[in-house]
């Protein structure tokens, strides 16, 4: 399977309709209220300048303490060696860390009726007719309590036509941060 990064979304995004739905989510049934003063978001793509927007517009969307973007304070180099990007986090003081990541883009064809006479639908879709297609995004956003370095909470979501990095990170903070709400999580 080809690798999928953000890059392929904003590159190959399609202008128009776009949705962003919560298809599942987890909870640890143990996690309560929590209350995080500063939250790392982290969006794991090999593009830097969509790594960047990703984070800014997911980072202002949570409204959850005080979230930061990875790239101010975690270099790329630091996001590959676990061991940097431990004391990174420990020495600027998260306490909680939210990533987001694609697990899959699909190009869904959208079927569109034939015109009404042969002639007209031969010519249309011979030798090769145009295909109209919608993209299917699935993003998978995992939060992290790092004092207890624990996963809190896990859901995927499924975007269609996302106009935008930005809106789609938007679109997703939004819906974490209500499922976290709606399970008790935040206030």
């Known amino acids: 399977m080809a690798r999928v990064t953000l890059a392929a979304v904003v590159l190959m995004a ?3 309709c776009s ?8 909870s640890d ?3 309560e209220d929590l209350r995080f003063q500063k939250v790392l978001v982290v969006a794991l793509t090999g593009d830097a300048a969509t790594r960047r927007i990703a984070e800014d517009q997911a980072a202002q969307s949570l409204h959850v303490g005080r979230a930061i973007p990875a790239y101010r304070v975690v270099s790329d ?19 909680a860390v939210m990533l ?3 697990v899959g883009v699909d190009y869904v064809p959208q079927y569109s009726p034939a015109t ?3 002639v007209d639908y031969f010519g249309y879709v011979y030798p090769m007719s145009p295909v109209d297609t ?3 995004v699935r993003i998978e956003t995992t939060v ?3 004092p207890d370095d624990k996963l809190i909470w896990a859901g995927l979501t499924h975007s269609v036509d996302p106009s935008s990095v930005e809106n789609m990170a938007h679109r997703i903070a939004e819906v974490v941060r209500r499922d976290m709400r709606r399970r008790g999580l935040l206030d």
């Open 29 to 31: 049934p143990t996690a």
């Open 100 to 102: 987001m990541r694609v």
């Open 144 to 146: 992290f309590s790092l």
């Open 19 to 26: 949705s962003t739905q919560l298809v599942s989510s987890w």
């Open 14 to 16: 399609a202008v128009g």
């Open 134 to 136: 919608e993209m299917h």
């Open 77 to 95: 180099e630091e996001l590959r060696d676990l061991d940097a990007l431990r004391r990174r986090v420990a020495q600027e003081g998260f306490d």
């Open 116 to 118: 009404p006479g042969f």
